[in-house]
């Protein structure tokens, strides 16, 4: 068994052929299909059916990826740990950020590697929470953007910043000539959400004593497109305070805060417990405090850099 092998069973499982795979790691499909053949033989078993088209990864086969990504990660750890400091800043970075998240944070992130670490090869992803926590379990992203707590061991979590949630109404609401929102009459109002797809919420359905919370109650996601629905259909909507600014100029007049308590959320990056890249790190860190106003990053990652 090589990590040639490994590197071989991963690409695999992830283009779905064996063409593409060996396309990616620039070596002939025979020469990779060879590979494979000699693992199996070699663990006595079948990682992929070859008579499906893509491929599928068997029952043992999907442990056997699993653990190979692992090894690869860790030995890509121990690589890192013997590189200069110049080398650090190179390379692959793959972070995975909640669509709540991304529209504020991927631009500037972009716009700060590309001017002050070109070297670095920045990938970024929108995905569910769910999704980042699994991807960064099975090692296939180095970094992640959620919303706190995570509530996850093998984790480490460092807060970036806090915001407050606003509502954006519609001229046609009730509320349209209130300064503010309480935030026990939100529900009272026509509330879009985008939560398991755009969509009304329904009173009806919620217990009576049921807590209003972003988590179960409403999520940011495309801002854009929600501000639409309302300017077309009444109603208000949910907003983190860092999307009023991508919100058109003309449209910022229909933003009103929400009181009594303000509703607000700690986005924090999450990395593995054995996550070692601390200059990569404070690449992202210090991206995020030139990206979000200073005042949301009182007490969080306001200077200095971080130790890992």
Known sequence: MTLQQLEYIVAVERYGYFVAAAEACGVTQSTLSLMVRKLEEELDIRIFNRNTHPVEV??????????????????????EATRSDRELLSGPLRVGMISSVAPVLIPGLFRHV???????????????????????????????????PVDDSDMLEIPLYHEAFFAYVSPTDSSFDEESIPRSEVLDHSLWIMKDGVRLIDRSMLKTDEPFRYETQYEGGRV?????????????????????????????????????????????????????????????????????????????????????
């Open 114 to 148: 590309r001017r002050y670490h070109p070297s670095i090869d920045l990938r970024t992803e929108e995905m569910l929470s769910s999704t980042v926590m699994s991807r960064l379990q099975r090692a296939e992203l180095d970094m992640g953007v959620v919303s706190s």
């Open 224 to 308: 854009g497109l929600l501000v639409q629905i309302i300017n077309e259909n009444g109603g208000i909507g949910i907003i983190p305070e860092t999307h009023v600014g991508l919100i058109l100029r003309s449209h910022q007049v229909n933003v009103r805060p929400i009181v009594d308590p303000v509703p607000s959320r700690t986005v924090s990056l999450v990395i593995r417990r054995d996550f070692i890249h601390e200059r990569l790190l404070n690449v992202v860190v210090e991206a995020v405090r030139r990206i979000i106003p200073q005042h949301l990053l009182e007490n969080v990652i306001l200077s200095g850099e971080l130790k890992i």
């Open 58 to 79: 068997t029952g043992p086969g999907r442990k056997v990826i699993e653990q190979a990504r692992m090894v690869l990660y860790h030995c890509e750890q121990l690589t």
